[in-house]
């Protein structure tokens, strides 16, 4: 079972190092994922010969095995020793066991890549590279590289989403206790420039505030045009 590296009340040096025994049991879960897969492939070229041999077309067994026509082909040309003679039924139903197992197997590769994934976001605030991650893990490090963009965008929004709405919403921006009239001023002046560079920043404008309506008593009644009445002449 993996444990999963925490970021809280620990240096950066003890988290590295937790990143780095996390990657590895990864890298050794898909070690063993990938002799599997050797190991079933020499299988599946032995079902797929036999197939083709009981009288199955070979677009059939790629489309049951999960391969392309073209790699089925050279299965059966380049297989030179006899296969067990069997009926139809019994190779499309091995064929079908085949798949199934294959998508059993699928699903446990995206279940390792997505724990190698879970950790990207630990290692960024670290500074742990993606050079580094990758050559633990073994991952195509232009996948890697996708993985720390993809990371940095999301925690780049995050970051713009809560300094707007600090901004707009005014949370966080209450001004210190016991203030003169002549420092809360200054303390005002900054708070409103802060705000400008901010939306300025992110291409946006300060909202207008809406002009209070006038009193009651001011308020002046316009009559409605209504009908135009005609003079009689």
Avoid: C
């Amino acid at each position: 079972m993996i444990s999963d590296p925490r970021l809280h009340g620990k240096s950066r040096e003890e988290v590295v190092e937790e990143i780095r025994v996390y990657l590895t049991r990864i890298e050794r879960r898909r070690k063993r994922f990938q002799a599997t897969s050797q190991n079933q492939l020499r299988e599946v070229r032995t079902r797929v010969v036999e197939a083709v041999a009981a009288g199955l077309a070979h677009e059939e067994a790629a489309a049951a095995a999960g391969y392309q026509p073209a790699t089925v082909s050279k299965w059966v040309a380049k297989h030179r020793t006899a296969v067990r003679p069997v009926d139809l039924a019994t190779a499309r139903h091995r064929l079908d066991k085949i798949r199934q197992r294959q998508r059993s197997m699928a699903a446990a590769e995206l279940r390792i890549s997505r724990k190698a994934k879970l950790v990207v976001r630990r290692a960024i605030a670290v500074e742990f590279t993606a050079e580094e991650f990758a050559g633990i893990t073994t991952y195509n490090l232009e996948a890697v590289e996708r993985w720390f963009t993809a990371v940095r965008n999301r925690l780049e929004q995050t970051r713009r989403r809560r300094e707007l709405a600090s901004v707009r919403r005014g949370k966080a921006n209450r001004p210190p206790q016991e203030l003169s009239p002549a420092e809360y001023a200054r303390w005002l002046a900054r708070e409103t420039q802060r705000r400008r560079a901010v939306l300025q920043r992110y291409g946006m404008r300060p909202r207008r505030k809406k002009p209070a309506p006038p009193p009651e008593g001011n308020r002046l009644r316009l009559k409605s045009p209504g009908r135009r009445r005609h003079r009689r002449k």
